[in-house]
């Protein structure tokens, strides 16, 4: 699978590299029809020509590169805004989302039906969910790190695939998330909610 991901982006670079030698840096855009009141884009970690994308009618899906779009289940009245989606790199039928103030959900039939994991009384740090990421240092991919907002404090991890959270670095507020081994970045603010934001690392995953 990565070997088709390595040859796709290969593949764009080659072209983008003729055009721009070539002095056609005039891109053609399409606008695909159909899709109404788009919110968000999300790429598949497992297949480079799979995209979702949010809409206020709910979650929809192209495996051809974007050429056509075919709706999933009926996720908008469930989940109402989604803020963040995942895929299971060794179960890609099974899907994470995050919402804007209904916490973390999860899909194993490929989006059609959802269930709440768990939230707050599990050790969520706030309903809000502003980026969810897989630890890529897991093999089982159950590690899931969620942030909140630069506005709200602490970065929730679940280690049993989002059934139960603790919280650690509670006085940040925490926007996007990168971990490359055992170092972690986001960008936030501290404390949570202040004026002053910035890029914040640890090299200790965060300990």
């Known amino acids: 699978m990565l070997q088709k991901h390595s040859k796709a982006v290969a593949a764009f670079l080659i072209l983008f590299q003729l055009s721009v030698v070539a002095g056609d840096v005039q891109f053609r855009w399409q606008k695909i029809a159909g899709l109404k009141d788009m919110e968000r884009i999300f790429p598949s970690s497992v297949d480079p020509y799979t995209v ?3 809409t206020r009618a709910g979650l929809q899906v192209t495996r051809d590169n974007g050429a056509t779009f075919a709706q999933l289940g009926n996720a908008a ?9 995942l895929v299971n790199p060794i179960k890609p039928t099974t ?18 039906s959802w269930r709440a994991l768990g939230g707050p009384d599990k050790g969520l740090a ?52 990168i ?29």
């Not at 009245?77 to 989606?85: D, H, K, P, V, Y």
């Not at 602490?154 to 996007?176: E, H, L, N, P, Q």
């Not at 960008?187 to 909610?193: D, I, K, Q, R, V």
């Open 95 to 112: 899907l994470y989302a995050g919402t804007l103030e209904k916490g973390v959900f999860v899909s194993e039939n490929n989006g059609a």
């Open 179 to 207: 971990i490359s081994g055992t170092t972690m970045m986001f960008s936030g603010a501290h404390p949570a909610g202040g004026t002053e934001t910035g890029f914040f690392r640890s090299i200790n995953t965060g300990r």
């Open 126 to 177: 706030n309903l809000r969910i502003y980026a969810l990421v897989l630890n890529p240092n897991d093999p089982t991919f159950t590690t899931i790190f969620a942030t909140h907002s630069p506005q709200q404090p602490g970065i929730s991890m679940s280690i049993d695939g989002g059934k139960t959270w603790r919280v650690f670095a509670r006085d940040y507020g925490a926007g996007d998330l």
């Open 77 to 85: 009245q469930q989940l109402g805004t989604m803020t963040a989606l």
């Open 52 to 54: 979702f994308a949010w």
